[in-house]
């Protein structure tokens, strides 16, 4: 590809043609797929703090949901836009696919500034999106998650005000909600988790001690953060950081909970003792062993690919990389796990959450963890294997994976009517 691809449903097609062409799929099977089955656009009023009414507009996208439910976040951000949640969608249905739980693939975003809002604000803008997007939602439909700049409080909301719609409580209709309304253990690090694993398991294959791997970490906030801190408990030095006001670098490592300290003090990470700042581009090129892009997309591109020193890199955002540094990254012989694999941990222990819901029976966090830490391991070996059987990368070894199972499932399902 000559070009960098920005548009990240361009990113994401292109991704699943190259699947599709290595699998053989019909082009019947490749047209189904390549498109999001239902896209629901919503234009909405919210009431401001100060009286005004102000419109937002908003997206739930399902793509595929033939394995499933619809399953994916919510994110409210500047940047949301109708291609950005259709990306987002597919890539859910793989990654779904990938860890082998029984859901199909969405996402939903409002375009918004949440960190210009008030809580409140951000409650009636949350309440008002979710009673829009309703026609979709349902425990057995279309089931909402965190995603950027989303928590457990907005999660919250969501299943209180299906609920106020139907007249009593539907935990099931959301995951990520606090623990008190139906929430799970472990459902806050479970991304993250999901990382340390997949990190450690590629270091086993790299020949790469933990002990010995100097670590970046660009993004702080849930992924990003608690990321930093289990990569440093698995041994490994991490000496970059970053969020959105910049990054800070110490080749001589930097102490995750002063840093986590030092963010929640001052609302970012500039300025942390003992750091140099540099911003989020320079911080993806300075001197690492594995580089962990936790924010947003298109981050690793065309333009930076060859000056990345990492040796590993482990996609905890979704869609970080560009086809084209991509492909750079398989010529310089630099391993990708890719995110699909690599932040399925998330969706695997919404999936617990879930079940626990519906059957009204809670696990212990050892239980989830444990769990967690199995469908994780046994889902890097399988890509793993099925990119040396194919003798090509674990991206391409999680889409042949995942795709064949999500083409399996749609063609055994068959052409409605
Ligand atoms: N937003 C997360 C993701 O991109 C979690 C989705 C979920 O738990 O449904 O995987």
């Keep these: 590809m000559a070009i960098d691809v920005v548009n990240p449903y361009e990113v994401a097609v292109a991704q699943f043609d190259e699947a599709a062409e290595r699998l053989g799929l019909s082009q019947a099977m490749r047209a189904i797929l390549r498109k999001p089955q239902r896209e629901l656009i919503v234009n909405f009023p919210v009431r401001m703090d100060n009286g005004d009414v102000e419109m937002f507009t908003g997206y739930r996208v399902q793509h595929n949901i033939n394995r499933g439910p619809a399953k994916g976040g919510i994110?409210?951000?500047?940047?949301?836009?109708?291609?950005?949640?259709?990306?987002?969608?597919?890539?859910?249905?793989?990654?779904?696919?990938?860890?082998?739980?029984?859901?199909?693939?969405?996402?939903?975003?409002?375009?918004?500034?949440?960190?210009?809002?008030?809580?409140?604000?951000?409650?009636?803008?949350?309440?008002?999106?979710?009673?829009?997007?309703?026609?979709?939602?349902?425990?057995?439909?279309?089931?909402?998650?965190?995603?950027?700049?989303t928590n457990p409080q907005v999660m919250g909301w969501i299943m209180d005000t299906y609920s106020m719609h139907r007249g009593y409580s539907i935990p099931a209709v959301v995951t990520g909600k606090?623990?008190?309304?139906?929430?799970?253990?472990?459902?806050?690090?479970?991304?993250?988790?999901?990382?340390?694993?997949?990190?450690?398991e590629a270091l086993r294959d790299l020949r790469m001690a933990p002990e010995d791997c100097s670590v970046i970490i660009q993004g702080f906030g849930n992924v990003g953060s608690i990321s930093a801190r289990l990569l440093s408990r698995l041994g490994c030095k991490i000496v970059g950081l970053s969020d959105i006001k910049g990054g800070v670098y110490n080749p001589d490592g930097i102490d995750v909970f002063a840093a986590l300290r030092y963010s929640k003090e001052h609302g970012n990470l500039v300025g942390l003792p003992g750091t140099e700042f540099v911003s989020n581009s320079e911080l993806l090129e300075q001197p690492c062993d594995v580089l962990v892009p936790a924010a947003l997309e298109n981050q690793l591109t065309g333009r930076n690919a060859a000056r990345v020193k990492a040796r590993l890199i482990v996609e905890a955002a979704n869609g970080p990389t560009t086809p084209e540094a991509d492909e750079i990254f398989n010529e310089r012989g630099i391993t990708v796990v890719p995110d699909i694999l690599a932040n399925a941990g998330g969706v695997t222990v919404s999936y617990f959450e879930w079940v626990q819901d519906l059957q009204r029976f809670f696990w212990s966090e050892p239980e989830i963890n444990s769990r967690l830490e199995s469908i994780m391991t046994r889902s890097y070996r399988a890509v793993h294997d099925k990119a040396e059987e194919q003798q090509t990368n674990l991206r391409m070894g999680a889409y042949l994976l995942a795709v064949s199972r999500v083409a399996e499932a749609t063609e055994v399902r068959g052409v409605y009517p």
């Design 75 to 149: 994110r409210f951000s500047p940047a949301v836009s109708l291609d950005e949640v259709r990306a987002l969608a597919m890539w859910m249905t793989w990654k779904c696919a990938v860890v082998g739980i029984p859901y199909g693939g969405a996402k939903g975003g409002v375009i918004c500034d949440p960190h210009e809002m008030s809580f409140t604000e951000l409650e009636r803008l949350t309440r008002r999106y979710t009673t829009e997007i309703s026609i979709l939602l349902g425990p057995n439909s279309d089931i909402p998650a965190p995603d950027m700049n």
């Design 178 to 200: 606090p623990l008190s309304v139906g929430g799970s253990e472990g459902r806050l690090e479970a991304t993250a988790r999901g990382v340390q694993v997949v990190a450690r």
